[in-house]
């Protein structure tokens, strides 16, 4: 069993997805890609996310990309893996390979399409937490989801009869929904590790989160730790000058999600293919002015350019 007893504390960086030409998975550059994060000095890693366009992966793709997020990371940086799918079989298929390889822990959202009940999403993680001895993470989107996510009741529930479930994302960006997730999840576990799903530090971190999942720490590092090491350290006026920059870069970034991020990476010199249909990728004036966004926001000459 894994040692992770709680969340990791600072910014967990999540790997894109690289596709070759021919629509394949591009494992070599995906080790490029999991080296690059690393050297970002991450509080964890998180594969297998949306933005890896899980959705378009095949199951057995996810267990490659898990098993190999691993073997790069060779202990360096302890690694999540997002099981999530619609069915629960298939969700502790996922689960029992990332242990098997060597994950240090779970995540698993609510799962969509289906509209369960309460007590159904109990049961999923139930059977998940049964199926697997690592630790795990909720993951909480209810609007993207279906608007299906958990109850304060439910976490609870799961918390008292699972303690290896330490933590949850909460993404709905709802505050008054991720206070409530919070005051649930701390009533069981006062070490509980709440985070926000994406870069809002500032009311994610002033109302008891703990970590940030980045969508954009491929894109601009310097960027993300300079947010996150002002706002954990209480400088708020230094802080919000950098978050409606990330802001910027969250709108950027949300059409067509996640061929903009993915256009991001290649222009700052980290090429990591297409998306996959039916994610669309930028066309050439959209990539323009893309890049003429990141030059505005001071990210073309302020971040690092290529792999090294």
């Known amino acids: ?115 369960p009940s309460q007590d159904a999403i109990y049961a999923h993680f139930a059977a998940l ?37 330490i933590g949850l994302k909460e993404a709905s960006h709802n505050w008054e929904t991720y206070v409530a997730l919070g005051r649930a999840g701390r009533s069981v576990m006062p070490d509980f590790g709440l985070f926000v799903g994406t870069e809002w530090m500032i009311p994610s971190f002033t109302l008891g989160g703990v970590a940030c999942m980045s969508i954009q720490g491929g894109v601009a590092p310097r960027l993300v730790k300079a947010l996150h090491e002002a706002t954990v350290s209480g400088r708020l006026a230094d802080a919000l000058p950098l978050q409606e920059k990330l802001a910027e870069l969250f709108a950027l970034a949300m059409p067509e999600y996640p061929a903009p991020s993915k256009a991001m990476w290649e222009i700052m010199g980290r090429p990591v293919g297409k998306p996959r249909l039916p994610n669309r990728p930028l066309g050439p004036d959209e990539v323009k002015a893309l890049e003429g966004a990141l030059a505005r926001l001071g990210i073309l000459d302020g971040e690092p350019h290529g792999w090294d």
């Open 1 to 115: 069993m894994s040692s992770m007893t709680r969340v990791p504390r600072g910014i967990i960086h999540c790997p894109v997805t690289p596709f070759d030409p021919a629509n394949a998975v591009d494992l070599d550059t995906f080790a490029r890609v999991v080296e690059f994060l690393l050297r970002q000095e991450p509080a964890a890693l998180c594969v297998n996310l949306h933005l890896a366009e899980s959705l378009n992966l095949t199951l057995e793709e996810r267990m490659v990309l898990a098993e190999a997020a691993v073997a790069v990371a060779a202990g360096r940086a302890p690694v999540i893996v997002n099981v999530s799918t619609p069915g629960t079989d298939q969700a502790i298929t996922l689960a029992r390979h990332a242990e098997k390889v060597g994950a240090d822990c779970l995540m698993a959202i609510t799962p969509y399409h289906w509209k």
């Open 129 to 165: 937490m049964t199926a697997s001895a690592l630790p795990m993470l909720g993951y909480n989107s209810p609007h993207a989801m279906g608007g299906i996510g958990f109850a304060p009741a439910t976490l609870v529930r799961i918390m008292r009869d699972f303690p290896r479930f």
